[in-house]
């Protein structure tokens, strides 16, 4: 994803949240219900973010065999703590949750494939006229007979912003969208005349204690 960094952060974070909860209201779920998502294993994806920033900060006592190729050995290291975390979560999960963990994955692998061939750059598509180039560390416009992967790289415009998107971003945020709303419970249905609330996951009907009863014992 190529585009100013506050910019980009902004879209791809906020971009899944709005659509699953759109999508999970039209489907008659509840977005602030997501306790059927527990996820293991966090301390992985913050190990993997902490690296990539890394990456990107490219401080100056930065040892030169992680820097090299644009700090490639950094990325890979991204790329296999990721894919561990979606590895641990993938057991035990509902179909709807497994369809949007294996999309992070193939995601992160097309993304991974496209910068591994170009020596550690992601490639974008510079719009014709444009001089400035994107600085980032690990990006470098297209160049035909340098870079491969073309269909692999940033090259999907998102209208009416600078951001520039790849193949594997748009199935990581497919993965994160579907992820979500396969976490989310159905809304609860309150019928006012019977006073009994009714929960369309499982199904049951609880009905409320009479005052001053006490449970039945065995």
Request: proline letters at 6%; aromatic letters at 6%.
């Amino acid at each position: 994803m190529t585009a100013v960094p506050s910019l980009t952060a902004a879209l791809f974070i906020a971009s899944p949240l709005l659509v699953a909860g759109v999508m999970g209201v039209l489907l008659g779920r509840d977005p602030l219900r997501l306790t059927r998502l527990r996820l293991r294993w966090i301390a992985l994806l913050w190990a993997a973010a902490a690296i990539a920033a890394l990456r990107y900060a490219d401080p100056g006592w930065l040892p030169q065999p992680l820097r090299q190729d644009s700090g490639l050995a950094l990325a890979a290291a991204t790329w296999t703590l990721s894919a561990a975390w979606v590895g641990v979560n993938l057991r035990g999960r509902t179909r709807g949750q497994q369809a949007g963990l294996s999309a992070l994955l193939a995601g992160a692998a097309a993304n991974a494939l496209a910068i591994a061939v170009n020596g550690g750059e992601m490639p974008y598509a510079q719009p014709a006229g444009q001089t400035g180039a994107d600085t980032t560390v690990g990006h470098a416009a297209w160049e035909a007979g340098q870079h491969r992967l073309y269909w692999l790289s940033d090259v999907i415009a998102v209208p009416g912003t600078a951001v520039l998107l790849s193949v594997g971003d748009l199935l990581l945020i497919g993965g994160i969208t579907t992820l979500l709303v396969a976490a989310m419970r159905p809304r609860r249905i309150t019928d006012p005349l019977a006073s009994e609330v009714v929960d369309d996951e499982s199904d049951q009907t609880l009905q409320p204690r009479p005052a001053g009863s006490r449970p039945a014992s065995d």
